[in-house]
């Protein structure tokens, strides 16, 4: 998938949305929330709180975040949108780190194809 504009949640409004209507799912890293869409298509958001480090730590969690979403998006079903929370635990993961935490929340959560 290609993470252009369509893919992507970046509105406070559909955040809220998601946040209130949305499932929730957790492991020690990452946070997901999901909620289904009624589009053929998985939009996602990132976010990365200033818990986790300064401004350089919290970009290169949120690229590996996203990195690791977009190379993993096939494996998962279509029609949800999709919130990523990072937690401070992710700023000391490397990306294999990210994708097996990534990975946990897709199993937890029952949304692999």
Do not use: C, H, P
């Amino acid at each position: 998938m290609n993470l252009n504009n369509s893919g992507i949640l970046k509105k406070t409004s559909d955040f809220t949305k998601v946040y209130k209507l949305g499932k929730s799912f957790a492991n020690r890293s990452l946070v997901i929330y999901i909620l289904e869409n009624n589009l053929n298509q998985n939009r996602v958001g990132f976010s990365v709180s200033k818990k986790v480090g300064n401004s350089v730590v919290r970009n290169r969690v949120k690229r590996l975040i996203r990195e690791s979403f977009r190379l993993n998006n096939d494996k998962i079903k279509e029609g949800y949108d999709i919130i990523f929370i990072s937690r401070v635990g992710a700023k000391d993961l490397d990306y294999k780190g990210i994708e097996s935490s990534m990975y946990n929340l897709f199993k937890k959560s029952k949304i692999l194809k």
